[in-house]
């Protein structure tokens, strides 16, 4: 395999073989082919794009290129659920337990998250004694014995995509779409589901900032999915404000705690509904929408799902306790409030600035080596629609020793008065 001939072939635009996918990516990994020609490589794919068939072949290949996770000793069809980040995402911590409450295997692979907040291990270590460092072996029985676990990502999962992403964090070529399908799906393939449900996240706080954007890529991961033989789902859902109303790692344990009760914030548990009645259609418990959501709306009424969230605690060795006494979980010592400077609709909650506001204070890093105060982040007390007098309180900033002023003026510009809003839809399409 000559990789200039490659380069060559992708710049006109003719698309490559499965074979020559594998053997390119093979020998990147491996260290044969030079930086500087995938960088090639990875710029003409930027604008030339892939079919969904090479798309398909790279996946897989980069799927195979480390570790892959052998789950065909858990009894029933595997759902994993991925979400492509916002502000105050917090469904997996509601979805997994909820999910399996229903006799639908949860096996949940999660990494530590870089931004705003943490990743879905760093939200559940805010309960004391929570781990991931568990066993394949214990991980596996622990799903086969309650539906669900979540262990943290192995060291060698798809390593040609660790190198890939650097190199494409450097190139400028982030936001090639069918990269960016590739990069994530292949990850899920290595992690062993059998069947996928993606919340693919669009506008302010999200990182497609359209929904041509959202939509494309979407299809592309649902398109992926079916060729390399897994039941692929996808909804597109708003990231114009903050999800729910808490974003932190500890405020956001506290927010699904009270989701699984029934209390939780609306838009947090329709999404939540959406997405858990699509990972039932995957896994071929129901068939259609309306009876996803009536299951798993029983299991929250009826107090299954909160309880097999304890039993989720427990056996990675959290103290369970916390799920009827949320205030155990950290608290941080200041909650400072932001007010309205004047009557009226809250007209805008710009996420990226409300999930910068809450990195400045510890919620959530830049590098993987920040530590991560999981007492601190940000409530919100009113949402996009909501009427407001001058005085009241618009959020808390909830910080310990760091210095607030820059968070705070973040969270002033962040929302926007006006005389007449609406909320925007959060669910804006589902594709199969």
């Known amino acids: 395999m000559e990789m200039i001939e490659l380069i060559e072939r992708k710049q006109a635009g003719l698309a490559l073989t499965q074979a020559e996918i594998y053997d390119m990516i093979r020998a990147y990994t491996k260290g044969d082919i030079p930086d500087y020609q995938m960088s090639a490589f990875l710029m003409a794919v930027y604008f030339q794009g892939m079919t969904f068939e090479e798309a398909s072949y790279l996946t897989q290949a980069v799927a195979e290129s480390g570790d892959q996770i052998d789950l065909s000793a858990i009894a029933g069809v595997k759902v994993d659920k991925h979400s492509t980040g916002g502000v105050g ?131 592309t991961m649902v398109q992926i999915g079916e060729q390399l033989n ?99 979980l950290a608290e941080a010592a200041h909650k400072l409030p932001v007010k309205a400077q004047k009557a009226g609709k809250v007209a805008a909650w710009h996420a990226h600035l409300v999930g910068e506001a809450a990195r400045l204070v510890g919620a959530g890093r830049l590098v993987i080596t920040d530590e991560i105060d999981p007492a601190v982040g940000i409530t919100l007390e009113r949402k996009v629609g909501d009427s407001v007098e001058e005085g009241d309180v618009l959020a808390y900033l909830h910080v310990n020793d760091q210095d607030p002023t820059r968070a705070l003026a973040l969270l002033e510009e962040a929302v926007e008065l006006s005389q007449e809003a609406t909320a925007p839809p959060l669910i804006i399409e589902t594709i199969h």
């Open 230 to 328: 897994r039941r692929t789902l996808a909804v597109i859902s708003s990231m114009e404000q903050p999800l729910g109303f808490a974003i932190g790692n500890a405020l956001e344990v506290k927010e699904a705690i009270a989701t699984l009760r029934g209390e939780g914030p609306p838009d947090l548990t329709e999404l939540t509904l959406t997405l858990g009645a699509q990972m039932l259609i995957a896994s071929g418990k129901v068939q259609s929408m309306d009876e996803g959501i009536a299951l798993l709306q029983a299991q929250i009424q009826n107090g299954q799902a909160i309880e097999r969230f304890k039993t989720f605690i427990s056996n990675q060795g959290g103290d369970a306790s916390v799920v009827d006494q949320p205030e155990r």
């Open 89 to 219: 995402d917090t469904t997996t911590l509601v979805l997994a337990p909820l999910v399996a409450s229903l006799g639908v295997p949860v096996a949940k692979m999660s990494g530590r998250g870089l931004g705003h907040t943490g990743g879905t291990i760093d939200k559940l270590e805010a309960i004391p004694g929570f781990h991931t460092e568990i066993s394949t072996e214990t991980f596996v029985d622990l799903v086969n014995a309650n539906q669900v676990a979540l262990m943290g990502q192995t060291g060698n999962l798809t390593p040609a995509d660790k190198k890939l992403y650097a190199l494409r964090d450097v190139t400028g070529t982030v936001q090639s779409i069918p990269l960016i399908a590739s990069s994530i799906m292949s990850k899920k393939i290595a992690a062993g589901a059998d069947a996928i449900v993606l919340d693919v996240k669009v506008g302010d706080g999200a990182f497609m900032k359209t929904i041509e954007d959202a939509r494309t890529l979407a299809e």
